[in-house]
């Protein structure tokens, strides 16, 4: 079992930065990939960013260029840097742990960008 605890949500305006972590209580060296999502209010869950163990990224066409995922496997924690903060970009962010065989889930933090 892997817990994922994510940390850095708040309140900011638009335009403002942000940076997510998510610490995992085993070895990052473990886990194939890592990934950020994000649930907007009543919507569905939808991908954000995702890092592999190579250190190869990818991002949802709607925060390219402003957001920026990194990983640090010596401090079992990835990094969701914030930038350019729209109001569409309020929701519950989720980190997560996936491989062949497992998915794991943090419990969410709440990102709110004002107008």
């Known amino acids: 079992q892997v817990r994922l605890t994510e940390s850095g949500g708040g309140l900011v305006q638009a335009g403002g930065s942000l940076r997510l972590s998510c610490a995992a209580s085993?070895?990052?060296?473990?886990?194939?990939?890592m990934a950020w999502y994000r649930q907007p209010p009543g919507k569905e869950r939808e991908l954000v960013a995702i890092i592999t163990s190579g250190g190869k990224s990818n991002y949802a066409d709607s925060v390219k260029g402003r957001f920026t995922i990194s990983r640090n496997n010596a401090e079992n924690t990835v990094y969701l840097q914030m930038n350019s903060l729209k109001p569409e970009d309020t929701a519950v962010y989720y980190c997560?742990?996936?491989?062949?065989?497992?998915?794991?889930w943090g419990q969410g933090t709440q990102v709110t960008v004002s107008s």
């Open positions: 997560n742990a996936q491989g062949s065989l497992y998915a794991y």
């Open positions: 085993i070895s990052m060296f473990a886990i194939d990939t």
